[in-house]
């Protein structure tokens, strides 16, 4: 009769103090490793190898913790042993360690730096394998009103029309707004496109009077901001039509 309790080299028969969920709770996470600690999410191995085993394999198929928290749910299917409930497990445990990690920007939070707007946005975003267009609503006082997703994009190319961006910040009554977006390259370098929709965006805002603060592209670690750079001008009166 087959061992109903799995294979012989399971967590089931490793000394308990060897085991990671009870070596967590006696000793703390930081005394386990990456695949120690995706095991207790995984919960079970296959019928050949231990959970740990299992976790070992996927941090190598996935080049670590940085490509597990990239792909996608197929992809980790793909892994044997690893099924789609254990791959939604394994997305939503990634999910909330990002946002764990991102600084609250909650209504009336003051935006001081585009370093705030980094520390908020970089956990949430520099996985994300398309483009994410997001603009943050302020008052007066540059308090937050509110923060959305305006477009979400392909790989390379992100929408975004001015009528949307603006049509929110007067229904919200918003005196100034600023502007975010991910490079999925990693990359924040502004492309041309990048340059003109900024202008596009400060031009509409001049007619309308609300203020573009900022535009800000965040890439792997590292962000460009227009205003830092003083590429956040007026558009001039003869400037192409938006």
């Known amino acids: 009769m087959a061992d109903l309790k799995g294979p012989r080299n399971g967590i089931v028969h490793w000394p308990k103090t060897e085991r990671p969920r009870e070596r967590l709770l006696s000793k703390g996470s930081e005394s386990l490793s990456d695949a120690h600690l995706l095991a207790i999410l995984l919960r079970t191995g296959r019928r050949d190898s231990s959970a740990v085993q299992v976790a070992i394999e996927l941090l190598?198929?996935?080049?670590?913790?940085?490509?597990?928290?990239?792909?996608?749910?197929?992809?980790?299917?793909?892994?044997?042993?690893?099924?789609?409930?254990?791959?939604?497990?394994?997305?939503?445990?990634?999910?909330?360690?990002?946002?764990?990690?991102?600084?609250?920007?909650?209504t009336g939070t003051r935006i001081s730096s585009s370093a705030d707007l980094f520390k908020h946005f970089h956990p949430v975003l520099r996985d994300v394998k398309?483009?994410?267009?997001?603009?943050?609503?302020?008052?007066?006082?540059?308090?937050?009103?509110?923060?959305?997703?305006?477009?979400?994009?392909?790989?390379?190319?992100?929408?975004?029309?001015?009528?949307?961006?603006?049509a929110l910040a007067i229904r919200e009554s918003a005196a100034a707004v600023i502007f975010l977006h991910n490079h999925p390259s990693g990359d924040p370098t502004p492309s041309m496109e990048d340059r003109r929709l900024t202008d596009r965006l400060v031009a509409a805002g001049s007619v309308l009077g609300i203020r573009v603060l900022d535009h800000l592209i965040i890439g792997?670690?590292?962000?460009?901001?227009?205003?830092?750079e003083g590429w956040l001008t007026r558009p001039r009166d003869d400037q192409e039509d938006m």
């Open 60 to 106: 190598d198929r996935m080049g670590g913790l940085g490509g597990l928290a990239a792909c996608g749910i197929e992809e980790l299917c793909a892994i044997q042993g690893i099924g789609p409930a254990k791959a939604a497990q394994l997305k939503a445990a990634l999910a909330l360690g990002r946002r764990s990690l991102a600084i609250p920007l909650s």
């Open 220 to 228: 792997d670690g590292r962000y460009v901001s227009f205003a830092d």
């Open 130 to 166: 398309h483009e994410l267009f997001k603009v943050v609503l302020l008052d007066a006082k540059n308090m937050v009103v509110k923060e959305t997703t305006v477009s979400e994009g392909s790989l390379t190319l992100s929408i975004v029309h001015p009528r949307e961006v603006f």
